[in-house]
């Protein structure tokens, strides 16, 4: 992805799709000279899919190769340009012009951003997965969590617990579902689940089947929660004291309280059967498991289970 150095920097940043570059704590790239504008230019990802530098009315103005360009000017930037900032002194260079990709940038403290090459993504790791963000079929970004879901958009903030991330998230290229263009992926609503589960409930196999293809998932400890999900959904084989609508929701506490586990393992088994249902080739893998976060309602996405008792153990 495309990058600015400073020359004399051991680090570069990388450009989000609207780079905004000054003094302000509300800028992508702070630069703290005094002779650098709050708001001092913008580096934009353009429809003819290049890079265009404009200055944003700045007191000291803005350089492109050492020549100044006039306020609101857009210039088109190539490989190697030195552009300058008020000055100068201590230019930077454009490292790289490919596209911009979809990241989280930290926006109180100096870290690294967190790319989103994956379709699912889980923060603050893999290993606490409090929060969930993931691409739909349509290209666009969402979150999940206890206390959020629905759609992302760039500029958005999400916070990953004492720390704020800022999403810079690219207009996809093509509108075009991305179940279309890989014909091998397949939706959620396409598929029919099934649970086979030994005597004592404690061997669970999770199968797919996609028009008339079957897929086995193996067995997995995760895939418990989906038999609780499975049966809220279905309103079956359920202890007298769960409480669940007829919509098959079941609150968190609830939940819990069944499973007789914590709400963070709750969140890792959650982020793990989306991860196995994503590697299997459900595109929206997201939906298996959907939330009502200000209600904090859990149910399983789909009515399409089939529970199947007494499979060996």
Not at 74 to 100: H, N, Q, R
Not at 127 to 150: M, Y
Request: hydrophobic share 40%; with cysteine; aromatic share 6%.
């Amino acid at each position: 992805m495309a990058r600015l150095r400073q020359r004399g920097a051991l680090s570069s940043h990388e450009l989000s799709a609207e780079t905004i570059v000054g003094r302000a704590p509300s800028a992508t790239i702070r630069v703290h000279q005094s002779y650098v504008s709050s708001h001092h230019a913008t580096l934009r990802w353009t429809e003819r899919r290049c890079w265009e530098l404009k200055d944003l009315q700045s007191k000291n103005g803005t350089y492109v190769n050492r020549e100044r360009i006039a306020p609101g000017e857009k210039i088109k930037l190539k490989l190697g340009d030195e552009i300058g900032f008020g000055s100068l002194g201590e230019a930077f260079v454009l490292e790289d012009v490919a596209p911009p990709r979809a990241m989280l940038l930290a926006v109180e403290r100096t870290a690294e951003p967190i790319f989103l090459d994956q379709a699912l993504i889980g923060l603050p790791s893999l290993d606490q997965p409090d929060i969930t963000v993931f691409q739909v079929a349509s290209g666009q970004w969402q979150i999940d969590s206890g206390d959020q879901s629905g759609p992302l958009e760039d500029g958005d903030l999400i916070r990953v617990g004492p720390h704020s991330w800022r999403c810079c998230l690219p207009t996809p290229t093509d509108d075009t579902d991305v179940i279309d263009r890989f014909p091998s992926l397949f939706a959620l609503s396409d598929l029919d689940l099934q649970l086979n589960v030994s005597r004592d409930e404690e061997q669970i196999e999770l199968a797919l089947n996609a028009s008339g293809r079957a897929m086995s998932l193996g067995v997995k400890a995760c895939y418990y929660l989906l038999l609780t999900l499975g049966r809220c959904r279905l309103r079956r084989d359920l202890p007298p004291a769960a409480e669940v609508n007829e919509d098959g929701w079941i609150s968190v506490g609830s939940l819990l309280d069944l499973l007789r586990v914590t709400e963070q393992r709750l969140n890792v088994d959650i982020f793990r059967i989306r991860q196995e249902l994503r590697t299997a080739g459900v595109v929206d893998a997201a939906a298996i498991i959907e939330r009502q976060p200000p209600r904090r309602l859990l149910r399983l996405g789909t009515n399409r289970i089939e529970i199947r008792l007494g499979h060996g153990g």
